[in-house]
């Protein structure tokens, strides 16, 4: 099973792919963990940051290569990302190539005051990544496009609890 974990920064997603992950013992590949590597190397990231596209697809393509490796050995994997519907398609493909099922999960929240609190109280600690302030995050759900279908979309104003409910039933798993 491949499954992407994509929707708005500070909504949920990495929780969601945790979670999912450990129901299904699948490795988890993050785009923040595996670009703060990058990240500290400053010779790398000045050539990998701006502009931020081939920063995105330089992180879709290091994504792509653990999923594969994954898939390839039989196992499962998700993604835990801000996506693009042009990484979707070829992560869809790379499912399709390894005989895996493909599923999108979309993670957002309605309550913009809810969506800031989480956001100003959290703290990840991803070695060499950044925290972001909350004008980044307002920007990003503002210029965020949403995925093609199918997809299940969560919505972090309800718990945690239910979401994962919602995502085990998308997913056909149990906990």
Same mark, same amino acid.
């Given at each position: 099973?491949?499954?992407?974990? =994509? @929707?708005?920064?500070?909504?949920?997603? !990495?929780?969601?792919?945790? !979670?999912?992950?450990?129901?299904?013992?699948?490795?988890?590949? &993050?785009?923040?963990?595996?670009? !703060? @590597?990058?990240?500290?190397?400053?010779?790398?990231?000045?050539?990998?940051?701006?502009?931020?596209?081939?920063?995105?697809?330089?992180?879709? =393509?290091?994504?792509? %290569?653990?999923?594969?490796?994954?898939?390839?050995?039989? &196992? =499962?994997? +998700?993604?835990?990302?801000?996506?693009?519907?042009?990484?979707?398609?070829?992560?869809?493909? #790379?499912?399709?190539? $390894? @005989?895996?099922?493909? /599923? +999108?999960?979309?993670?957002?929240?309605?309550?913009?005051?809810? /969506?800031?609190?989480?956001?100003?109280?959290?703290? %990840?600690?991803?070695?060499?990544?950044?925290? #972001?302030?909350?004008?980044? +995050?307002?920007?990003?759900?503002? $210029?965020?496009?949403?995925?093609?279908?199918?997809? #299940?979309?969560?919505? &972090?104003? /309800? &718990?945690?609890?239910? $979401?994962l409910a919602q995502a085990r039933s998308?997913?056909?798993?149990? =906990?």
């Amino acid at each position: 099973m491949l499954v992407v974990v =994509s @929707g708005w920064t500070g909504a949920g997603k !990495s929780t969601i792919a945790d !979670s999912i992950a450990g129901d299904i013992a699948a490795t988890v590949a &993050s785009f923040d963990w595996i670009m !703060s @590597g990058l990240r500290s190397l400053p010779d790398v990231w000045t050539t990998v940051e701006v502009p931020a596209q081939r920063q995105r697809e330089i992180g879709w =393509s290091l994504l792509s %290569r653990i999923a594969e490796q994954q898939l390839r050995r039989g &196992s =499962s994997c +998700v993604l835990d990302l801000v996506a693009r519907e042009q990484a979707r398609e070829k992560w869809k493909a #790379l499912a399709e190539r $390894n @005989g895996a099922t493909y /599923h +999108v999960i979309e993670c957002i929240c309605s309550d913009e005051e809810i /969506h800031r609190t989480r956001i100003e109280g959290r703290r %990840r600690d991803i070695p060499d990544w950044y925290e #972001l302030a909350w004008g980044d +995050v307002l920007r990003g759900r503002k $210029n965020y496009a949403p995925l093609a279908e199918p997809k #299940l979309v969560l919505d &972090s104003v /309800h &718990s945690l609890t239910a $979401n994962l409910a919602q995502a085990r039933s998308f997913l056909d798993i149990t =906990s």
